[in-house]
């Protein structure tokens, strides 16, 4: 149902996890979602363990620089835009206030990427594809199936996301929450929501599709993670915000998909 060879640009289409112990990451994951891992070698060191199931590459994880510990970055899910033109798409998010923390980069022949903050901090990857197209299966139990913007200020974030990207907003009918669905074209590809409380920074998170919301929070309970919030009922389904072992934030969903 799922299958993907080429995400439109506009499209999150890949997640990878930043963890001070991918060993440990790699066995919660693994057992909640059924993946199996390929670590590859990084140039300069350190390892990139991409996360497959049933052969189609779902998300990958690697470990957390010291540095970043150091100066207080938690462990975290960096969740992923194609775009068609890396360099124009890096520069039109300086323009519109946004910051390039990384410069277009080569990930050997797999693609090119760049780290960018938006104006209200939070931090998003373009990716160029070139030999890896990013999820090669989403929407479908143990595969992506959204991603979530958490901000103070949603319009400045509509704005600036809708200018980079081409994205237009739905705002959902809900009094608990200022939530907007992010269409890509006419696909759904995210939401946005306003933060719950003042003072929380802007960040991304992934959503893994799951075939039984309930089982898959008590596994995730039971091996150490923490259930945030949830499960929700929206429209289309069930969901839980949960943290792993290592306290990066991920979301799993029951519910119905678009393709």
């Not at 373009?126 to 199936?145: F, K, S």
């Not at 696909?187 to 719950?196: F, H, V």
Request: hydrophobic share 35%; with cysteine; net charge negative.
């Amino acid at each position: 149902m799922g299958e993907r060879t080429q995400h439109q640009p506009g499209t999150m289409s890949w997640a990878d996890l930043t963890t001070p112990d991918p060993e440990a990451a790699k066995a919660f994951y693994g057992e909640l979602f059924g993946w199996a891992f390929d670590d590859m070698p990084v140039d300069g060191g350190g390892t990139y363990s991409m996360a497959s199931l049933d052969g189609a590459s779902v998300a990958a994880l690697a470990g957390q620089p010291e540095q970043d510990r150091s100066n207080g970055i938690p462990p975290h899910w960096n969740n992923y835009v194609t775009v068609d033109d890396l360099e124009a798409s890096s520069a039109r998010a300086a323009e519109l206030g946004g910051t390039v923390v990384l410069p277009p980069f080569d990930v050997m022949t797999a693609g090119r990427m760049t780290v960018i903050q938006d104006p209200s901090g939070g931090h998003l990857a373009l990716w160029e594809p070139r030999d890896h197209i990013g999820a090669t299966r989403v929407n479908e139990p143990g595969c992506l199936t959204w991603n979530d913007f958490v901000t103070q200020d949603p319009a400045a974030a509509q704005e600036f996301f809708g200018s980079l990207f081409g994205w237009t907003y739905e705002r959902m009918p809900t009094d608990e929450v200022e939530y907007y669905v992010c269409r890509n074209g006419e696909r759904g590809n995210g939401g946005l929501m306003k933060a719950r409380e003042e003072g929380i920074p802007s960040f991304w998170y992934p959503y893994f599709a799951v075939e039984d919301v309930d089982a898959t929070k008590a596994k995730i309970e039971s091996a150490g993670g923490r259930v945030m919030a949830g499960p929700t009922e929206v429209p289309t389904g069930r969901f839980v915000v949960a943290t792993d072992p290592q306290g990066a934030f991920f979301a799993i969903y029951e519910g119905d998909f678009e393709d």
